[in-house]
């Protein structure tokens, strides 16, 4: 067993289950859900259905969920955390709109996206309402060092879009080149609800520093098990379509590991299909088997899981502190995820 493997057993576990975390912050999460359900509505009858809609689609709310769980390991203020955390949905929501216009899905969370349904120009627009609502509450209610924090983590994460935008096709990227993407795309966000958290908790500049370093790690771990997905999930069950990555040529940790450690020959048919774009349904048949034939599963699988047992690590520093327990299960949750 490779020793990150290893570290499972020996170190510390939280007595709680992802269930009983929700079931501890319900009350904010709820609260959370109200203020996202009272931000205005543009006076454009077309544009406040499309934020119905969106805004209905409710998702694991873990960027919110992360926000509160760090404050805690403070002493916040019950307002201030909420309002923030129905901050950093929002500017999910936005990322999600425009994701959806640049990888042309048409099913997100089981139901139509925006621009699959209305159109690109308006699922575009209706992103950009919801960032500067979003930036605007914040204001509204003097968050300001959270505003401050929020929008350079969403410079550094159109940053990353960019990055991997510019590498499309590209089969010659290495594990740093992914791990920057991730980083920046996926990364700042959770590092900003953690950064976020600990602001608004009161926590010292080394706790701070740590539980940034926590969301880091957390983050790198929950993109690389949804870029295993997209090898191997259900569509049904994800609830979105598999193989978007491929045939729009971002090349993610599984694949690159394939094309690695893979058959020569396999690899090279992968190549010249992952370059060409568009993959029709029996291309991505063989570039699916190849990736998950070739070990490029389990190599990304375990950077996975070593991500996260880091983040778990990172808790130490918190140990007693009865915030803990909770910030543990979601991290348990990531690696059973990841398995």
Same mark, same amino acid.
């Given at each position: #067993?490779?020793?990150?493997?290893?570290?499972?057993?020996?170190?510390?576990?939280?007595?709680?289950?992802?269930?009983?975390?929700?079931?501890?912050?319900?009350? &904010?999460?709820?609260?959370?859900?109200? !203020?996202?359900?009272?931000?205005?509505?543009?006076?454009?009858? #077309?544009? %406040?259905?499309?934020?119905? @809609?969106?805004? %209905?689609?409710?998702?694991? *709310?873990?960027?919110?969920?992360?926000?509160?769980?760090?404050?805690?390991?403070? /002493?916040? /203020?019950?307002e201030e955390v909420l309002w923030a955390s129905t901050v950093i949905e929002l500017v999910h929501t936005a990322?999600?709109? @425009?994701?959806?216009?640049?990888?042309?899905? &048409? +099913?997100? *969370?089981?139901?139509?996206?925006?621009?699959?349904?209305?159109?690109?120009?308006?699922? +575009?627009? #209706?992103?950009?309402?919801?960032?500067? /609502?979003?930036?605007?509450?914040?204001?509204?209610?003097?968050?300001h060092h959270a505003l401050h924090l929020l929008v350079h983590h969403v410079h550094r994460m159109t940053c990353g879009m960019n990055r991997e935008? =510019?590498?499309?096709?590209?089969?010659?990227?290495?594990?740093?080149?992914?791990? *920057?993407?991730?980083?920046?795309?996926?990364?700042?966000?959770?590092?900003?609800?953690?950064?976020?958290?600990?602001?608004?908790g009161g926590l010292s500049e080394p706790h701070a520093r740590g539980i940034s370093a926590f969301g880091r790690?957390?983050?790198?771990?929950?993109?690389?098990?949804d870029d295993i997905f997209d090898f191997t999930g259900d569509p049904t069950e994800i609830g979105k379509p598999v193989g978007t990555d491929f045939r729009l040529g971002f090349a993610t940790l599984p694949l690159l590991y394939s094309l690695a450690d893979g058959d020569p020959e396999r690899a090279k048919d992968v190549t010249?299909?992952?370059? !060409?774009?568009?993959?029709?349904?029996? &291309?991505? =048949? #063989?570039a699916r088997d190849f990736v998950v034939s070739s070990g490029g599963?389990?190599?990304? *699988?375990? %950077? %996975?899981?070593? @991500?996260?047992y880091a983040a778990r690590d990172r808790l130490l520093a918190f140990n007693g502190h009865e915030g803990v327990a909770p910030l543990l299960a979601t991290v348990e949750y990531m690696i059973s995820r990841g398995r």
């Open positions: #067993m490779p020793d990150s493997l290893a570290r499972a057993a020996s170190a510390h576990r939280s007595t709680m289950t992802l269930p009983e975390v929700f079931a501890l912050v319900n009350g &904010e999460l709820e609260q959370v859900e109200e !203020r996202l359900s009272s931000v205005e509505r543009p006076d454009v009858p #077309m544009t %406040a259905e499309i934020m119905d @809609h969106v805004l %209905a689609l409710r998702g694991k *709310r873990v960027r919110p969920l992360l926000l509160i769980l760090v404050s805690r390991l403070g /002493k916040p /203020k019950a990322t999600l709109l @425009h994701d959806d216009c640049l990888d042309g899905t &048409e +099913i997100r *969370r089981g139901f139509p996206t925006v621009n699959h349904q209305w159109g690109q120009q308006a699922a +575009i627009l #209706m992103g950009d309402y919801l960032f500067t /609502k979003a930036f605007d509450l914040l204001c509204e209610h003097r968050l935008y =510019a590498g499309r096709y590209r089969t010659d990227a290495v594990e740093a080149d992914c791990l *920057r993407v991730i980083d920046e795309k996926t990364g700042a966000l959770f590092v900003s609800s953690c950064e976020i958290g600990a602001v608004l790690d957390l983050g790198y771990a929950f993109q690389i098990i010249e299909c992952f370059q !060409r774009g568009n993959a029709t349904e029996e &291309e991505w =048949a #063989m599963i389990e190599r990304a *699988r375990e %950077a %996975a899981l070593n @991500h996260a």
